[in-house]
């Protein structure tokens, strides 16, 4: 009695949660709570069946799987071994190691290793020492006789009696000729010369010396010299005077100018702007300013105002929902197994965007109903 004292007063509900409680009801009661019956029987079912069946069954059949496949296994598995070694192995090793081995050594060392020494000692070492090396001395000897008196004797002496001298004497003749075309070359050349000299360089050389610098000086010395020196003084220089004076009159004329430019643009246009962003366009921009913050401020508590009861009504709707679910199973619960419902109810109120009460403790879970 107590406890039921303590309770908070139960409050009515609006209409908007009594119009969105019953549809919430119905669909749980026709949808979810089929789908939950049946999912929380499926994995009675499974547990059931993995416990009565499919874990025995495993565990039999791991037991069987250690105790009997597996040492049967190995004992094929070395059975087959055995019978390969048996078949394919241990025959031929055994021929190996004691025939086939013993046999050969024996026969290297009895048969094959003293006929080949015999063979080698009275054999082919008498042949060679008594009879092929003897026979290649000899005819080594006879081929170097033959190629001494029948090649190099005969052709040493050609050599010295025949080339030698008809060598020397193509020589000479060779050194007279060709002294001969020399000399003939250089007074050839020598006569080219000074044909070439004659007719090519000396003309030339005294047409430049006796007529064109005689000619070139006269007219350099007494015409061009006088006139240039008068050009460059009577002319160039009084011109040349007058083009830096104009030059620097246009300086003058053209900084005077700049400042005048410069006095336009700061009387005419930097001025006055200047006094019109102070004067005229700070006011204005400072109003405006002050406007849209004005504005932005009412926009703001404008959207508050309108956006407040729609989101309490939406907090509403999903408490209705929530609480019509819950209300749904305890009463399902209550009609297959009986008992005091063990759902929570529904909590005190939340202030809109928070998920505690609206006191400073936390809303209860669980009510006790009468």
């Known amino acids: 009695m107590d406890m039921e004292k303590a309770l908070p007063a139960p409050q009515g509900d609006g209409c908007l ?16 709570l089929p789908l939950r019956v049946v999912w929380d029987l499926l994995v009675a079912f499974a547990r059931m069946l993995n416990r009565s069946v499919l874990g025995p069954l495993g565990q039999g059949l791991r037991w069987f799987c250690e105790r009997a496949v597996l040492p049967v296994l190995r004992g094929t598995g070395w059975l087959i071994g055995t019978l390969f070694k048996l078949v394919f192995y241990w025959p031929w090793a055994g021929l190996w190691r004691y025939v086939v081995l013993p046999v050969g050594q024996a026969a290297y060392a009895y048969l094959l290793r003293p006929a080949g020494v015999g063979l080698w000692r009275y054999l082919l070492v008498p042949v060679w020492e008594y009879g092929l090396l003897p026979a290649g001395r000899g005819i080594a000897r006879l081929l170097a006789g033959a190629v001494r008196y029948l090649l190099v004797l005969p052709g040493g002496a050609l050599y010295r009696y025949v080339l030698t001298p008809v060598g020397h004497a193509l020589r000479w003749l060779a050194r007279g000729f060709s002294a001969g075309v020399a000399w003939l070359a250089r007074g050839i050349g020598t006569v080219a010369v000074w044909l070439g000299r004659a007719v090519f360089v000396w003309p030339w050389v005294a047409l430049w010396r006796y007529l064109v610098r005689p000619a070139v000086t006269v007219v350099w010395r007494y015409l061009l010299a006088p006139v240039g020196r008068g050009v460059w003084a009577y002319l160039l220089v009084p011109l040349w005077g ?17 400042r005048g430019l410069v006095w336009l643009w700061r009387w005419g246009v930097v001025r006055p702007a200047g006094w019109v962003r102070r004067h005229v366009v700070t006011p204005v921009g400072n109003l405006l300013r002050a406007g849209w913050d004005v504005g932005r401020r009412a926009a703001r508590a404008a959207h508050r105002q309108a956006l407040a009861p729609v989101g309490r009504a939406v907090g509403e709707v999903w408490r209705a929902s929530r609480l019509a679910v819950r209300e749904a199973r305890a009463d399902v619960r209550r009609a297959l197994f009986g008992g005091p419902p063990r759902e929570p109810a529904r909590s005190q109120a ?21």
Do not use: F, M, Y
């Open 242 to 258: 007058l083009v830096v004076g104009a030059w620097h009159i246009a300086g003058r004329v053209s900084r005077a100018l700049g």
């Open 350 to 370: 939340r202030t809109l965007g928070s998920n505690r009460a609206a006191g400073d403790a936390p809303a209860p879970e669980i009510s006790l109903q009468k």
């Open 17 to 32: 949660a009594g119009v969105v409680r019953i549809p919430v009801k119905v669909v749980a009661v026709l949808v979810v």
